[in-house]
T-cell receptor, first 112, second 115 residues
């Protein structure tokens, strides 16, 4: 079974802090994704990566950056957290055909 | 940018009732289609998918979905729901012919099944 793990289930940070969300997958997948999930809005794509050191902006990249130094790990960075970034963050990965995505359990981030 | 619409935001059914959740997408090219489910406190998991072939696809737990290309729709159905089907359901689409590997999700439908 594919396993996607995220470093924290719950996180509370203060406005202005730099925040790192880590995601690791164990299936040697090429593609990795970061989404945020908000009530009534579904999942919205923040960033994705096709390969190590490669990244592409999604639909809502503002205020976020990513890092992919190793194939199995994809990090989401909030350079200066703001209250409107309070959300559930979901990481996903998929294989070379890039279709079926496997999701991690999510990190619920609260920025106060 | 492509969009995915789920028209039912919150559905309440009694056990044994039939279910149909609507999903429409905007992309005019070739698509791959998915339904994901998120049970309370659990992570998103794949319910079923359509890539090509028979437009009626069957998934886990008795769910099925029908792709109607002319209507840009991929509706989810189940003949008889159970209390354990209480969850949030998301339709998602990828653009097969552009190679865009990311999914575009609908806003989700919260299903509540009453015993």
């Amino acid at each position: 079974d594919v396993k996607v793990t995220q470093s924290s289930r719950y996180l509370v940070k203060r406005t202005g802090e730099k925040v790192f969300l880590e995601c690791v997958q164990d299936m040697d997948h090429e593609n990795m994704f970061w989404y945020r999930q908000d009530p009534g809005l579904g999942l919205r794509l923040i960033y994705f990566s096709y390969d190590v050191k490669m990244k592409e902006k999604g639909d809502i990249p503002e205020g976020y950056s990513v890092s992919r130094e190793k194939k199995e790990r994809f990090s989401l960075i909030l350079e200066s957290a703001s209250t409107n970034q309070t959300s559930m963050y979901l990481c996903a990965s998929s294989g070379p055909t890039g279709d079926e995505q496997y999701f991690g359990p999510g990190t619920r981030l609260t920025v106060t | 940018a492509q969009s995915v619409s789920q028209h039912n935001h919150h559905v309440i059914l009694s056990e044994a009732a039939s279910l149909e959740l609507g999903c429409n997408y905007s992309y005019g090219g070739t698509v791959n289609l998915f339904w994901y489910v998120q049970y309370p406190g659990q992570h998103l998991q794949l319910l079923l998918k359509y890539f090509s072939g028979d437009p009626l696809v069957k998934g886990i737990k008795g769910f099925e979905a029908e792709f109607i290309k002319s209507k840009f729709s991929f509706n989810l159905r189940k003949p008889s729901v159970q209390w354990s089907d209480t969850a949030e359901y998301f339709c998602a689409v990828s653009e097969w012919d552009t190679g865009r590997r990311a999914l575009t999700f609908g806003s989700g439908t919260r299903l509540q099944v009453q015993p």
